[in-house]
């Protein structure tokens, strides 16, 4: 059945780029304005001095990172819509799929699966866009906690007057792809709870951007038998900046992140803390003209990265830091290879670093 289903969407996609390439003219869009098919293929190659290849599976070497179509629609002049799929491994993935009406001018209401407004680098680039390779830990702690990324919800927002803008989502707080079935009891649900995240962000000048943000989620399962409830809220409070500098080509991004777990969920006799840092910048020069020989390059980078991870505050040498850093190179707008060293740096007595190459090919189409 999964084969089966991964050949009719690739035959849709198919059929969708022929019809859009051969007969444009010919197209009729019904029940909207206007609308635009986009995409994104990255492919990337991995090098792990902590994992030995293994000839079951591919755990080094090549693989298809991203393979990513887009719909956007203008239904009319207040409403909009964008459905977004990954195809890669076979596996199709539905990764957004929203409304969005305007409000008051400037303001909006969405509703279905999209990120919510946590922690910059998440939910402000996408994944053709990022500073480095791979989004950073700090990102990743946050998804895995369920904190940041894609959920299920509604959210309003708009601007404050012409330097700030705010964001409220009320979600599942389960994650993409994840419901909560309605009707049916507390017990067989995997998500018990709802997330709550707002967001403030203000245009200090043309190169400086300093946002805020605020969320808590609760997690866990709610049984009737009152000694195997684990329900509980994690919440955290993540302040970041941007500092943009287009004439020298300069960008840099941080931020940090305050936390804490509540006893409840976890089973401890208290509440615990986290707390996560991140630093990131890229420099990018455009060359005089485009290189003939060399596939048309006419752009050069260097991008570094600092993260350090506490993953609790009660725990001693638990903690750990990341350095990422890389040279890349562009093809046109919308072209690039990235090429990353990574080392991780465990705290814990007699942890080794680990050593990563990681490189990557991407395409925004």
Known sequence: MRLSGTKWLLSLVLFFFINHTLMADDIEIKNAQKWSL???????????????????RTNQGFRMRRVRLQTSVKMTDFVSGKIQF?????????????????????????????????????FKRSS????????????????????SARHVGVEIGGELGEKAGFAINYSNGAGEGIRETAG???????????????????ELSEA??????????????????????????VTAIAPDFGFYLKDAGLDI???????????????????????????????????ASANENFGGIDGIGFAAGF??????????????????????????????????????????DGADSIFKIRSQFTVNL
């Open 38 to 56: 986009s995409g994104r293929v990255q492919m990337q190659h991995l090098y792990d001095s902590n994992t030995d290849a293994d000839a079951g």
């Open 86 to 122: 990954d195809i890669r491994d076979n596996a199709p993935v539905l990764k957004d799929a929203e409304g969005e009406i305007k409000l008051f001018g400037e303001g909006y209401f969405r509703f279905g699966q999209f990120k919510v407004p946590v922690w910059r680098e998440e």
């Open 128 to 147: 053709g866009k990022l500073l480095l390779v791979e989004r950073s830990a700090v990102a990743g702690f946050l998804d895995g906690m369920l904190l």
């Open 184 to 202: 049916s009891t507390k017990s067989d649900d995997i998500n018990n709870g709802k997330m709550f995240a707002g967001r403030l962000d203000v």
């Open 208 to 233: 400086i951007e300093i946002g805020i943000s605020a969320v808590s989620n609760t997690l866990g399962n709610e049984i009737a038998v009152d000694s195997l409830d684990n329900t509980g809220t």
């Open 253 to 287: 991004e941080g931020g940090a992140v305050f936390g804490s777990v509540s006893k409840d969920f976890i089973g401890s006799a208290d509440n615990t803390s986290f707390m996560l840092l991140d630093l990131t910048g890229r420099w990018m020069k455009k060359l």
């Open 307 to 348: 993260s350090f991870i506490d993953p609790n505050g009660d725990v001693e040498k638990d903690e750990a830091s990341y350095v990422r850093f890389g040279p890349e190179f562009y093809f046109g707008k919308n072209t690039r290879i990235q090429l990353n060293g990574e080392i991780e740096m465990p705290a814990a």
